[in-house]
């Protein structure tokens, strides 16, 4: 009876032609990897796991927030230290800028601004798109250039209008201000009782439904004379409903403040509060004046 010749069984040619295609294999195999490394390595340095990843997006998305900081538009005679810190002016040139308003003028153009805080023009050119001056004073400044007929301003008439303190002004005697009825005078009464009374001028323009312009003329007759003695609260162990009460800080911006102090061990400036969710931006020139950090 034959034998079966095995599949198996080759000979010495076909096991030499098996060995090289073998080789052959390890070989395209090896450049395969050396190339998907080398690929690897050009254009991720550095390869990380999702969560590492997941954090480092989150702290660019904040970043990019606190670049893109809007500046809301103000009226620059009544920047004070910490609007002006914020906005990136030196002290001095914050010092210059009061000492001119104690002497109860006020500058009306970013080119006077400029001549009394000594700002460089690219300082100027940055934040001067947001001043908003009294209409008034444009008014002036366009009658002016056409026919040089000295015009009366507010500011002239301050020398005859004795000042009032705003704290103990009555809503029936701000309806005396041209713009003002009866709503609005009320709404300025129970805003400033909210506050425990108003700490400074420019708190004024924070009563809704306020226009600027009403706001001014108001500032013409009544100002802080006397501001209220305010306990501040410290900012690293307030409490949601403590922070709750400010007026300028919501509920549900007092609950993701003391969420963030706690996750993040504390909070080292009222700057830090702008990375804080939903944090009203164009309000923390305020928040200094109610909160402290002893840090």
Same mark, same amino acid.
């Given at each position: 009876?034959?034998?079966?010749?095995?599949?198996?069984?080759?000979?010495?040619?076909?096991?030499?032609?098996?060995?090289?295609?073998?080789?052959?294999?390890?070989?395209?195999?090896?450049?395969?990897?050396?190339?998907?490394?080398?690929?690897?390595?050009?254009?991720?340095?550095?390869?990380?796991?999702?969560?590492?990843?997941?954090?480092?997006?989150?702290?660019?998305?904040?970043?990019?927030?606190?670049?893109?900081?809007?500046?809301?538009?103000? %009226?620059?005679?009544? =920047?004070?230290?910490? #609007?002006?810190?914020?906005?990136?002016? +030196?002290?001095?040139? @914050?010092? &210059?800028?009061?000492?001119?308003?104690?002497?109860?003028?006020?500058?009306?153009?970013?080119?006077?601004?400029?001549?009394?805080?000594?700002?460089?023009?690219?300082?100027?050119?940055?934040?001067?798109?947001?001043?908003?001056?009294?209409?008034?004073?444009?008014?002036?400044?366009?009658?002016?250039?056409? %026919?040089?007929?000295? =015009?009366?301003?507010? #500011?002239?008439?301050?020398?005859?209008? +004795?000042?009032?303190? @705003?704290? &103990?002004?009555?809503?029936?005697?701000?309806?005396?201000?041209?713009?003002?009825?009866?709503?609005?005078?009320?709404?300025?009464?129970?805003?400033?009782?909210?506050?425990?009374?108003?700490?400074?001028?420019?708190?004024?323009?924070?009563?809704?439904?306020?226009?600027?312009?009403?706001?001014?003329?108001?500032?013409?007759?009544?100002?802080?004379?006397?501001?209220?003695?305010?306990?501040?609260?410290?900012?690293?162990?307030?409490?949601?409903?403590?922070?709750?009460?400010?007026?300028?800080?919501?509920?549900?911006?007092?609950?993701?403040?003391?969420?963030?102090?706690?996750?993040?061990?504390?909070?080292?400036?009222?700057?830090?509060?702008?990375?804080?969710?939903?944090?009203?931006?164009?309000?923390?020139?305020?928040?200094?004046?109610?909160?402290?950090?002893?840090?």
């Amino acid at each position: 009876m034959a034998l079966k010749k095995s599949h198996f069984k080759f000979n010495k040619q076909e096991r030499s032609g098996i060995f090289f295609l073998l080789l052959l294999i390890v070989l395209v195999q090896i450049l395969f990897c050396l190339y998907t490394q080398f690929k690897v390595d050009r254009n991720d340095p550095l390869i990380l796991n999702d969560e590492v990843q997941s954090k480092i997006d989150s702290l660019k998305e904040r970043q990019a927030q606190k670049d893109s900081i809007i500046i809301y538009p103000f %009226n620059p005679n009544f =920047i004070t230290d910490y #609007k002006g810190y914020t906005l990136g002016m +030196s002290l001095d040139e @914050i010092e &210059r800028l009061h000492e001119f308003r104690e002497q109860g003028k006020f500058v009306n153009s970013e080119e006077e601004f400029q001549q009394v805080t000594g700002v460089s023009d690219s300082l100027l050119n940055k934040i001067s798109k947001s001043f908003k001056f009294p209409e008034w004073t444009q008014k002036v400044k366009i009658s002016g250039s056409r %026919n040089r007929v000295p =015009i009366s301003s507010p #500011k002239n008439e301050l020398k005859s209008v +004795s000042i009032l303190d @705003i704290n &103990r002004v009555t809503a029936e005697e701000l309806k005396s201000i041209n713009g003002i009825g009866d709503k609005l005078s009320e709404r300025i009464v129970k805003f400033r009782d909210r506050l425990g009374g108003f700490l400074i001028n420019d708190q004024l323009n924070d009563v809704y439904g306020l226009d600027p312009e009403v706001a001014q003329r108001v500032l013409q007759r009544y100002k802080v004379l006397k501001a209220p003695q305010i306990q501040k609260i410290d900012l690293e162990t307030a409490t949601v409903a403590e922070l709750a009460k400010l007026v300028y800080i919501p509920r549900s911006v007092a609950e993701n403040i003391v969420a963030y102090r706690e996750l993040n061990g504390g909070i080292d400036s009222f700057d830090e509060l702008l990375q804080i969710e939903n944090f009203p931006a164009d309000r923390i020139d305020r928040i200094p004046l109610y909160l402290s950090l002893k840090k």
